[in-house]
């Protein structure tokens, strides 16, 4: 595991000086700052700006598209901070067609790592050098280390929300039947997890029926035989309509939100509460204001419910951990989580 990047040694060098001006006077413009000096966790990159960071604060991020919304500057930031380490956490605009420009450019810097959020979890596995095993299973990334040079893939989303659902529930993945609405890098984590513990069901829905199909696919290969052979009785695809998810619903303990739809203000809320049992636990990968549509008709329907921001907590804790060696300052983390929603 890579150390957390030393400080440099300060040499002499007017030419290095007067670059490093100029990154700084950039920094400070791009930054908000505190009465105290120190940057500001509401900073917004765009992937041509990148190469205006100074090396040192060591700059991390998290990227994606969406990314305004995101909460990982405010938890990361809190807990470099608390451990006092010489980092500082960016937000940066880049979907899937713009992440190999982002990459190349971090890698310049260098950042120390990043992590990727919607919809950069799958483009991400293919930019990396070597990939952990958390990777290779779940075939996304949503961590990387930037081990001079070489990118290192990992996925903790898996791990980040198993805890987060015994925190929410009580229970564990495999103590419930789930129903999960959404396949892209969160969803294949998710559901890989999920087999992992020995899900005893698990049904899959996604409006590209070909993608759910896709996923099963994946995963009948990679759990039927060998060590992780371990495929529940019940693993099967539902098609993306009312009736046939309302059957589904009345089958399953849980459901498992991991699309982006209730990002996009103009959509409809994912499922009407007219088809949620009273019984049903609902956990949604998103939080915030993306949720609320959500929630309010799991709310109406008398079934229980949950937000990402556990998932959050969690899987950026061990994100923490990758990246310094550490154990992660997790209540700070989470009163600095908490502290930006009431604030």
Known sequence: MPAFPPKPVNLVN????????????????????????RIKENILLKPDNILSLPAHPVPYAVVGSPINHS??????QAAFDHAG???RYFRIEAD????EHAVARMRQV???GWNCTIPNKVKMYDLCDRRAESAEQFRAVNTVINDQGVLIGHNTDGVGWSR???????????????LLLGTGGAGRALATQAILERCPELIVANRNGARAQELLVHLNAQFSTGPLARTPKNLR?????EAELEAALREVDLVLNATSAGLDPKAPPILPARILPANLLVFDTVYGAGCEKFRREVETAGARWSDGLGMLLHQGAEAFTLWTGR??????MRQALQSSLSG
């Open 14 to 37: 007017p030419v290095q000086n007067s670059v490093n001006s100029v990154k700084n006077s950039y920094l400070q413009r791009v930054c908000s700052t505190s009465s105290g000096g």
């Open 71 to 76: 909460l990982s500057p405010v938890m990361q």
């Open 85 to 87: 380490l010489d980092a």
């Open 96 to 99: 899937d067609t713009g992440l």
């Open 110 to 112: 260098p950042f120390g």
């Open 164 to 178: 987060a659902l015994r925190e929410a529930f009580g229970r564990g993945p495999g103590e419930l039947r789930i």
């Open 237 to 241: 695809v539902v098609q993306w309509h």
């Open 327 to 332: 154990d992660a300052p997790l209540e700070v």
